[in-house]
């Protein structure tokens, strides 16, 4: 007799939830899923093999594939996320305010490259809903916590302060995203002095918290080698503890004349990969072969995230991919991940690292 667990791994019952949600409007479809991980409609994953198994700013990891902010706004299901195989969970982004973000529509797929377009805008029930899912959770679940800034707010920096105030006691890190294009005037806390004022705000605040929170930076993928060149320095010079490369891209060159390319917003997905891939391992190259980076943007594959890793990742992050394969996507590329340990004769997963980076860099590598 075939339980529930077993009903919910069935291709066929996960082929049909996935054709029925992408027959709805997209964010529809998140909040469909949202509320399936809740009630327990989503299979759990398989335990990972001891060689996925990876240390990263100091937490230790079961696979090195987290789930990338923006899917658990709110910190709804960080648990059954885990539970569906993601070695570590990045819930955000959150502000100190609750905000509604942009009018809707605000989410567009492009099926034909996999990719997706959004101009949500920070939309999120603020710190104090965040603070009160987590602050019960279970330990051994790996959670991040992606802070930003109220679109309203008259001081950015202010808002990040809070945020590290707020969630020092319970994050396992925090990211301070200051990428997302849908905010205005947010990116411009890239340029270099509006960054060390950032950052040594950040660091001043979190060495006056009783527990010490590993901050990481999220970049966009769209800085020119001049822009590079200033965030890496400010970066090491900083003190944080890693880098997240990167958040989506205003470019629309991988989609013109695609479905729904013209729309405003930041591009993720497929589309992105070549551009948020050379740009990781650029950044590698600047700041060494020690320093804590995230690769994230365009992984839709097993191939893909270890082209990810080759290009200088530590880990990975991946969500909009999943909008076209499904969470049991995150099994396949584990599962690939696995195989290439064994087929390269590595005693982990972490060997994989930044063996193609100046290939990635100069741009002689794309997929």
Known sequence: ????????????????????????????AHRATINALKFGLVPSGAPSPTSLAISFCGLELPNPIGM??????????????????FGFVEVGTVTPRPQKGN???????????????????????GHQAAFERLKDRTLGEVVGVNIGANKDSEDFVADYIAGVK???????????????????????????????????????TRAAQ??????????????????????????????????????????????AGLENAGETGGLSGRPLFNLATRRLAQMRLRLGPEFPLIGVGGIHSAQSAIAKLEAGANVVQLYSALVYGGLEMVEEIKSGLAQAVIERRLSNVSGLTGVAVKDWAEGRIAI
């Open 210 to 255: 009783p527990r010490q929170t590993a901050i990481l930076l999220k970049i966009a993928p769209d800085l020119d080698e001049a822009e590079m060149d200033s965030v890496a320095k400010t970066v090491l010079k900083s003190g944080i503890d890693g880098l997240i490369v990167s958040n989506t891209t205003i470019s629309r060159d991988t989609v």
């Open 68 to 85: 990338a902010p923006g899917f658990d706004k709110n910190a709804e299901v960080f648990a059954p996320l885990a539970r569906a195989g």
């Open 103 to 125: 009018p809707t529509p605000r989410v567009f797929r492009i099926p034909d490259a996999m990719g997706v377009i959004n101009r949500l805008g920070f939309n999120n029930e």
């Open 166 to 204: 707020t969630f020092s006691p319970l994050a396992d890190y925090l990211t301070a995203n200051i990428s997302s294009p849908n905010t205005p005037g947010l990116r411009n806390l890239q340029a270099e002095d509006a960054l060390k004022r950032l950052l040594a705000a950040l660091m001043e």
């Open 1 to 28: 007799m075939m339980g529930i667990g077993d009903f919910l791994r069935n291709a066929t019952v996960q082929k049909l939830a996935q054709d029925a949600l992408m027959r709805m409007d997209a964010e529809t």
